[in-house]
């Protein structure tokens, strides 16, 4: 076995080089409202007693929050943490005074969440937070959706999928999953609406509540064409943008594709927010079974994409 150097065994390397992911955690702990969450979360979590101390709510956010940067399990993240000094110093745990969070602990924090449905109430505290540093939503809004996928197979105790996801069919091929519809803010990439069903669920179902109703605008793709009426019920001033068929059998009606074209100049800004969360946080499939339990993830990572996607200008007005 190579002998160990003095260097090796205290930290004290000669050689060093800042990551992508130190620099990232660097500037999510600027940007993200520790302050508001926690209080958000304080409520419901269990107070000191006559049992073991709790752990306290800013260091299991910041362990929940690392999941979902990382795409890790329980397990995983215990093991993380325990594996690198980096995420460690994130978390604020010291191996010299006390040990990582165990994998249960992690798990009964995020059943919280899930029980209190504390994921959609951290996207509008997020929000409220851009807002008080100059970033608000406009009279732009852009829908679309996308599916996440869920495990097909049934070998599992139950032995059958999960009953909550349910199938679609999109071009030639079939999904499996559930979708996030989401309505985003056609200036800022915001995301201030969201919806989480079955994959079987057509978009257009669930315009109305991606809406806030001060829409002047509002784009979308095919899916949500003829809906025109829907919009205005629910933002009585905006204009109908959305996407319109341009194909008919063997005909193609130039005009209206590039019509649709042009209109995809803004409505192409909504995929920016889906590639945060699929390829950056690569939340790719479902973890858990039950559309609630997933659908506070989603909510969670959507305002934490609200931050990622705006933490220049968060850095900017915080003086960083």
Known sequence: MRQRTLAMTTGFERYSKKTRRAAFLEEMEQVVPWSELCSLVEPHYPKPGNGRRPVGIERMLRIYFLQQWFNLSDPAVEEALYDSPLMRHFAQIDLGNEPVPDETTVCKFRHLLEQHNLG??????????????????????????????????????????????????????????MKAHVG????????????????????????PDLLHGDETIVWGDQAYRGQSEAIHEVAPRAQDLTNKRYRYKNRVDEVVREENRAKSHIRSRVEHVFAVIKLKFGYTKVPYRGIQKNATQVFTLCALSNLFLLRRRLLVTQGA
């Open 120 to 177: 959609g109430a951290m996207l509008e505290t997020v929000n409220v937070h851009l807002e008080s540093r100059g970033i608000k939503i406009t009279t732009g809004t852009i829908v679309d959706a996308t599916i996440i996928h869920a495990p097909s197979s049934t070998k599992n105790r139950e032995q059958k999928r999960d009953p909550e996801m349910h199938q679609t069919k999109k071009g030639k091929q079939w999904y499996f999953g």
């Open 184 to 207: 985003v803010d056609s200036k800022t990439k915001t995301i201030h609406s969201v919806v989480v069903t079955a994959a079987n669920i057509a978009d257009s179902a669930v315009l």
